[in-house]
């Protein structure tokens, strides 16, 4: 049977709740897919991410990997395109280390690209009624660590992938924009769904101009 890694983070940053976390469980709570769905909360420290990343590949071997994670302040689920070898904390993590200008993994590659269908990902869940795009940048925080890790670390026949979500309505700080937590959910759900299905990626647009 076909194997999904689904992750989501603990709160940071003096956040109460984290929403990739909580639709993770959300997921796990009504799954009913094609796949075995193994789920875990990750750390937000660089180190512990890494570690707890590594020990699910190992044990559970996925034939797809999607983490997901916080970007507080953007407006709508981004389904990330490309994960850098660069660690540069703009706050400390959850155990108070802030790397600067330092890779993800030694001797790896400038950056990798996601190997889920991310434009099919991004139009299935704005189909969906749900705010989404193609986002070309992680950050370079313990979400883009743990997307880089992912696609290093992980099978090469895997597909790897990372969505960043808005804070949840309920525990937005006043006057930044959220989704309803059901949303935000669905939108993980929808990723994982779109990421299982066979195929090329689709033709669509998705580029930038800045």
């Known amino acids: 049977m076909t194997t999904v890694l689904l992750t989501g983070f603990e ?28 789920t875990d909360v990750l750390p937000v420290t660089f180190e512990g991410a890494a570690a707890r990343l590594r020990e699910l590949l190992a044990a559970h071997r996925p034939d797809v990997v999607l983490a997901t ?7 709508m689920v981004g389904v990330e395109r490309v994960a850098v070898n660069l660690l540069d904390a ?12 330092v890779p993800s993994v030694s001797g790896a590659p400038a950056a990798a690209f996601s190997t889920v269908p991310v434009k ?21 925080f313990v979400c883009n660590h743990v997307f880089f890790t992912a696609l290093h670390d992980a099978s090469p026949r895997a597909r790897v992938g990372f969505v960043h979500v808005p804070w949840s ?29 066979p195929g090329a990626t689709p033709a669509l647009v998705g580029g930038a101009l800045h």
């Not at 309505?169 to 769904?193: K, N």
């Open 11 to 38: 709160p940071f940053g003096g956040d109460a709740v984290n929403p990739s976390g909580e639709a993770v469980r959300r997921v796990a709570a009504q799954w009913d897919g094609p796949a075995r769905l193994v």
């Open 69 to 75: 994670g916080l970007a507080g302040g953007r407006a």
């Open 90 to 101: 703009r706050i400390p993590d959850n155990a108070g280390h802030q790397p600067v200008d």
């Open 120 to 140: 099919a990902v991004a139009a299935a869940i704005a189909a969906a009624g749900i705010p989404a795009e193609v986002s070309h940048s992680a950050g370079t």
């Open 169 to 197: 309505s309920d525990y937005a700080p006043e006057g930044q924009p959220g989704l309803p937590a059901d949303a935000i959910a669905e939108a993980v759900r929808l990723a994982v769904m779109t990421s299982l299905e």
